[in-house]
């Protein structure tokens, strides 16, 4: 917890330098982001949360903090429409049942590494430098549980590596549909740097997942 909080610190800090420089000559109340592009580094801070399935089976997510980037182009001074990205890694421990025999049980830990892309939206509600907000997204989202499911062979590129012919290891996942909806507020500290935070809700196409619910604090930069 302490190291996610010095994270959104560090955010904080960063956005009130980056937009020191220009807050002399931003005009009380002057809007810019009319017409123009924004870039956002973006944050997103689940609790921790049990799943429970068949036969006593369970799964506990840790806590985490999860990371993304987000590309928008402002139609006016309310509707923002564009691109995101995000990722995360979180712990857990979780419970396997034998479907044969419930009384022989294993228990594992490993990482829940999700990836999502998708569409996003957002309403400014008030034509103004400090307004509240609605947004929501819908896209793709890549689930792995790490958890392994046997050997594959052939020749692969590694970013570190370079080229590397072996087997590799296969694990479960799967490939879902993801949507949220959230709301927030939004300060524009000058006219280049903003900062956002809210929270969301999001929902998977798996019927084991359930609502997921999210804080998150952005910092943008328009241009």
Same mark, same amino acid.
């Given at each position: ?12 800090? #960063?956005?009130?330098?980056? $937009? ?6 931003? *005009? ?6 009319? &017409?123009? !592009? ?5 944050? =997103?801070?689940?609790? @921790? ?22 590309? &928008? ?14 990722? =995360? ?5 979780? =419970? ?8 022989? %049980? ?6 829940? $590494? ?6 996003? &939206?957002?309403?400014?509600?008030? *034509? *103004? *430098? ?6 929501? @997204?819908?896209? !793709? ?44 507020? =939004?300060?524009? %500290? @000058?006219?280049?740097?903003? #900062? ?8 998977? @196409? ?13 910092? &943008?930069?328009?241009?």
């Amino acid at each position: 917890m302490r190291k996610i909080l010095f994270l959104l610190t560090v955010i904080l800090i #960063l956005a009130t330098v980056a $937009s020191a420089a220009q807050a002399q000559s931003y *005009k009380r109340g002057e809007l810019t982001r009319e &017409g123009r !592009w924004d870039f956002t580094i973006q944050t =997103r801070y689940t609790s @921790s949360s049990e799943y429970t399935g068949e036969d006593g089976s369970f799964v506990n997510l840790n806590s985490d903090l999860g990371w993304g980037f987000g590309f &928008g182009y402002n139609i006016n001074h309310n509707f923002n429409i564009g691109l995101l990205f995000t990722w =995360r890694s979180v712990p857990y421990a979780a =419970r396997a049942v034998n479907a044969d025999d419930p009384s022989e %049980t294993s228990d594992y830990s490993a990482n829940l $590494s999700t990836s999502t892309f998708g569409l996003s &939206g957002e309403y400014n509600i008030l *034509k *103004k *430098k400090f307004t509240p907000y609605v947004n929501g @997204s819908f896209g !793709w989202m890549h689930i792995n549980t790490n958890i392994p499911a046997g050997w594959t062979s052939g020749c692969w590129w590694y970013p570190y590596w370079g080229y590397v012919c072996g087997p590799v290891p296969l694990t479960y996942g799967s490939n879902e549909t993801a949507y949220t909806a959230g709301l927030g507020l =939004r300060y524009e %500290t @000058s006219e280049t740097v903003f #900062l956002r935070g809210g929270y969301e809700w999001g929902w998977v @196409s798996l019927d084991e997942m359930e609502t997921a619910g999210m804080m998150r604090i952005d910092i &943008g930069f328009m241009f």
